[in-house]
């Protein structure tokens, strides 16, 4: 049985840092690339992160390029987004995903991403 478990989510102050975890179970997440996207209301969904199946390539979009940094324990089938110097910008519903698509250049493509979380909440408030 496939699960997809998002933590680590939580309210935090503009500048404060943030660890999310993803944790996969029901298929090998080795041969899979991650993503990290985020939905903010009103807004549509965006790709904020991404890293390959071998942790050697990652993409991050310019509103969180030197702020967040993804990674992966392909050992523990968890992936991370460390986010620091939060913004209200930074708040949204944020969501891992497991799937074939990671480009260095344009991010992940979510139509092929199969196995997705129900996302956690990171609210950016003073």
């Known amino acids: 049985q496939v699960q997809v478990a998002e933590s680590g989510g939580g309210l935090v102050q503009p500048g404060g840092s943030l660890r999310l975890s993803c944790s996969f179970s029901?298929?090998?997440?080795?041969?899979?690339?991650v993503a990290w996207f985020r939905q903010a209301p009103g807004k549509e969904r965006e790709g904020v992160s991404c890293?390959?199946?071998?942790?050697?390539?990652?993409y991050y979009a310019d509103s969180v390029k030197g702020r967040f940094t993804i990674s992966r324990d392909n050992a523990k089938n968890t992936a991370y987004l460390q986010m620091k110097n939060l913004t209200h910008e930074d708040t949204a519903a944020y969501y891992c995903?497991?799937?074939?698509?990671?480009?260095?250049?344009?991010?992940?493509?979510?139509?092929?991403?199969?196995?997705w979380g129900q996302g956690t909440q990171v609210t950016i408030s003073s």
């Open positions: 029901g298929f090998p997440l080795d041969v899979y690339a």
């Open positions: 890293i390959r199946s071998s942790a050697e390539t990652t």
């Open positions: 995903a497991a799937g074939a698509w990671c480009s260095v250049n344009y991010g992940p493509k979510e139509s092929t991403y199969d196995y």
